[in-house]
């Protein structure tokens, strides 16, 4: 009798305590909500599930910020490199990259779009406290790549790069394309990355999406998008995050991204411009150390996450998933590679080192022509035959 009723008690005290841990769970998820979640002067329903909210810029994200209490938001830079008139034209020719939101209006002026952050964006990032931080779980080792890069003295570069929607074998791995501009020793590297992303622990979704990502301390911190201030968008109509509702498929109509990042020579912010008209927004140069006399390196690629589940390669695909050799159409490309000197004039750069991985699993070739400049075809399958 006495037992029981000590067991009785026991078992209260486990579920009072199991409730209380979960209760002081659910309201840091809901601090951090408020915290991320600013007030909106409107919200958007799109439909891939997303709501967009309108944030006046006294609310924007970027002084969540110590460096930006006081700080002034540049509204247009001050400079934009121009295109030349090959480089206008072949980006228009396949180039697609619409805001499903927009078709229920855009946000009013002097407010910019957010994808409001949900419970379960949190929950999927398995702890708050790594919610808008450089995941510490995401090692090195489990990356791999197949890029072209250049080194030298740049303020800029640009890239039309080919969107596919590729498969994801696992929600916590990812398959991406993106420009890298950096500078600095690995221990504190500054790097500013742009392009588009499936990955399914961070959208809940396998959809390509356009996505920044920034670090100032060689990965240690940074995030994606707004996941953390850093990233200042000033467009009224175009959100980071966003699904891109063209790809492009096998053998079938080709799409991409037309991306360009460059350095204000008046602030020294770095600005993003896609599609040739679509001013996106910049990272102060306050952030940074090494990016703030200009990049030192370029580079353009694929990469992935590999986890090796049940100890084999994973079949996450890079880009199409096909190698570099199938060609247009049906591997993956870069085209129109450009970057901006220390003059801020735009060059051709003639050649570029390519690094790769593992070539068994994901590849790159490239070439150079007239009409495309320096340009390549990237991509894999993961797992093969060659690749286990």
């Given at each position: 009798?006495?037992?029981?009723f000590?067991?009785n008690?026991l078992?209260?005290?486990?579920i009072?305590?199991?409730s209380?841990?979960s209760?002081?769970?659910?309201?840091?998820?809901?601090?951090?909500?408020?915290?991320?979640?600013?007030?909106?002067?409107?919200?958007i329903?799109?439909?891939?599930?997303?709501v967009?909210d309108?944030?006046?810029?006294?609310n924007?994200?970027?002084?969540?910020?110590?460096?930006f209490?006081?700080?002034?938001?540049?509204?247009?830079?001050?400079?934009?490199?121009?295109?030349?008139?090959?480089?206008?034209t072949n980006?228009?020719?396949?180039?697609?990259?619409s805001q499903?939101?927009?078709?229920?209006?855009?946000?009013?002026?002097?407010?910019?779009p957010?994808r409001?952050?949900?419970?379960?964006?949190?929950l999927?990032?398995?702890s708050?406290?790594?919610?808008?931080?450089?995941n510490?779980?995401?090692?090195?080792?489990?990356?791999?790549?197949?890029?072209?890069?250049?080194?030298?003295k740049?303020?800029?570069?640009?890239?039309d790069?080919?969107?596919?929607?590729?498969?994801?074998?696992?929600?916590?791995?990812?398959?991406?394309?993106?420009?890298w501009?950096?500078?600095?020793?690995?221990?504190?590297?500054?790097s500013?990355e742009?392009?588009?992303?499936?990955?399914p622990?961070?959208?809940a979704?396998?959809?390509?999406?356009?996505?920044t990502?920034?670090?100032?301390?060689?990965?240690?911190?940074?995030c994606?998008?707004l996941?953390?201030p850093?990233?200042?968008?000033?467009?009224n109509?175009?959100?980071?995050?966003?699904?891109?509702?063209?790809?492009?498929?096998?053998?079938?109509r080709?799409y991409?991204i037309?991306?360009?990042?460059?350095k204000?020579?008046?602030?020294?912010?770095?600005?993003l411009?896609l599609?040739?008209?679509?001013v996106?927004?910049?990272?102060?140069?306050?952030?940074?150390?090494?990016?703030n006399?200009?990049?030192?390196?370029?580079?353009?690629g694929?990469?992935?996450i590999?986890?090796?589940?049940?100890?084999?390669?994973?079949t996450?695909?890079?880009?199409?998933g096909?190698?570099?050799?199938?060609g247009?159409?049906?591997?993956?490309y870069?085209?129109?590679?450009?970057?901006?000197?220390?003059?801020?004039?735009?060059?051709?750069?003639?050649?570029?080192s390519s690094?790769?991985?593992k070539e068994?699993c994901?590849?790159?070739r490239?070439?150079y022509?007239?009409?495309?400049g320096?340009n390549?075809?990237?991509?894999?399958p993961?797992r093969?035959?060659?690749c286990?």
């Amino acid at each position: 009798m006495i037992a029981n009723f000590v067991l009785n008690i026991l078992t209260i005290s486990v579920i009072v305590t199991r409730s209380e841990v979960s209760n002081t769970h659910d309201d840091e998820i809901d601090k951090l909500l408020k915290k991320i979640n600013k007030p909106f002067l409107k919200s958007i329903k799109i439909p891939d599930g997303d709501v967009i909210d309108c944030v006046h810029m006294k609310n924007h994200s970027i002084y969540d910020h110590h460096l930006f209490k006081n700080h002034t938001i540049q509204m247009q830079p001050s400079y934009v490199p121009e295109e030349s008139k090959n480089e206008s034209t072949n980006t228009k020719n396949q180039s697609m990259l619409s805001q499903l939101w927009t078709i229920n209006g855009k946000c009013p002026k002097n407010s910019i779009p957010i994808r409001r952050t949900t419970k379960e964006d949190i929950l999927r990032r398995r702890s708050v406290d790594v919610y808008g931080k450089t995941n510490p779980n995401d090692n090195p080792k489990f990356h791999e790549y197949a890029i072209i890069k250049v080194d030298g003295k740049f303020h800029g570069a640009k890239a039309d790069i080919n969107v596919w929607k590729p498969y994801i074998q696992t929600p916590k791995e990812f398959s991406l394309a993106q420009m890298w501009v950096a500078a600095g020793p690995d221990s504190e590297l500054n790097s500013i990355e742009v392009g588009w992303q499936a990955y399914p622990d961070l959208y809940a979704d396998e959809n390509p999406r356009i996505f920044t990502f920034w670090t100032a301390d060689g990965y240690k911190s940074g995030c994606y998008n707004l996941d953390c201030p850093g990233f200042v968008p000033i467009n009224n109509a175009f959100f980071v995050g966003a699904t891109i509702n063209h790809f492009s498929t096998y053998d079938g109509r080709q799409y991409h991204i037309s991306t360009l990042i460059w350095k204000d020579p008046h602030t020294g912010n770095w600005w993003l411009k896609l599609n040739g008209n679509i001013v996106v927004g910049y990272w102060p140069s306050i952030l940074f150390k090494h990016l703030n006399t200009g990049a030192t390196e370029i580079q353009w690629g694929g990469e992935v996450i590999n986890f090796n589940d049940g100890s084999k390669h994973t079949t996450t695909k890079m880009g199409s998933g096909h190698f570099a050799e199938e060609g247009f159409k049906r591997a993956s490309y870069f085209r129109n590679l450009v970057v901006l000197d220390e003059d801020d004039k735009i060059k051709r750069p003639e050649r570029g080192s390519s690094y790769m991985t593992k070539e068994s699993c994901y590849n790159v070739r490239s070439g150079y022509d007239v009409i495309y400049g320096l340009n390549f075809f990237y991509g894999g399958p993961g797992r093969n035959h060659n690749c286990l």
